[in-house]
């Protein structure tokens, strides 16, 4: 069921809404880094520090001129209270028929507790200003995964200049 990406391919094009009527899409970021997150659902304790994480190291990320974003399937009406309740910088998309999942291959069969069942498998993907995908961490671990992830863009940079 899950088709994981390459690094080098054209990331999947998506047009999301972050709150009703109010699409963002890949196009919105062209020329310019994007951290692209799948998390499977907003105010759960992994998904809640990986946002956290994330906005704590915002700046950072918009110091080498990359923007974050995050995907789960909850509605932008979860999405809005989230950002609130935990005063998140990250721009949250809503991904509701998990569509967007599915194209980048993170909508598959997970584990927990013994019992099986489909869903969101957490996932990041990172995308140059040309909307290539030069790297993807794959199951993440939400320990460290923000600051994992800024370390490997400013590798990456460095490397290309």
Same mark, same amino acid.
């Given at each position: 069921?899950?088709?994981?990406?390459?690094?080098?391919?054209?990331?999947?094009?998506?047009?999301?809404?972050?709150?009703?009527?109010?699409?963002?899409?890949?196009?919105?970021?062209?020329?310019?880094?994007?951290?692209?997150?799948?998390?499977?659902?907003?105010?759960?304790?992994?998904?809640?520090?990986?946002?956290?994480?994330?906005?704590?190291?915002?700046?950072?990320?918009?110091? !080498?001129?990359?923007?974050?974003?995050?995907?789960?399937?909850?509605?932008?009406?979860?999405?809005?209270?989230?950002?609130?309740?935990?005063? !998140?910088?990250?721009?949250?998309?809503?991904?509701?028929?998990?569509?967007?999942?599915?194209?980048?291959?993170?909508?598959?069969?997970?584990?927990?507790?013994?019992?099986?069942?489909?869903?969101?498998?957490?996932?990041?993907? !990172?995308?140059?200003?040309?909307?290539?995908?030069?790297?993807?961490?794959?199951?993440?671990?939400?320990?460290?995964?923000?600051?994992?992830?800024?370390?490997?863009?400013?590798?990456?940079?460095?490397?290309?200049?």
């Amino acid at each position: 069921m899950t088709n994981l990406l390459e690094i080098g391919q054209s990331a999947p094009n998506f047009s999301l809404e972050n709150k009703p009527d109010n699409l963002i899409s890949l196009v919105d970021f062209s020329g310019q880094w994007l951290v692209l997150y799948f998390y499977p659902k907003d105010n759960t304790p992994g998904c809640t520090t990986e946002a956290k994480d994330f906005t704590n190291y915002a700046s950072e990320f918009d110091a !080498l001129g990359a923007k974050i974003i995050g995907i789960s399937p909850d509605s932008t009406t979860s999405h809005s209270k989230f950002i609130e309740k935990h005063e !998140l910088s990250v721009t949250l998309l809503s991904d509701l028929g998990h569509k967007i999942a599915e194209a980048y291959g993170v909508w598959g069969l997970k584990k927990y507790m013994g019992k099986e069942y489909i869903g969101i498998i957490r996932s990041t993907f !990172l995308i140059d200003p040309e909307s290539k995908i030069v790297y993807i961490w794959s199951k993440v671990k939400v320990k460290n995964h923000a600051e994992t992830v800024l370390n490997k863009l400013q590798e990456i940079q460095s490397r290309n200049t």
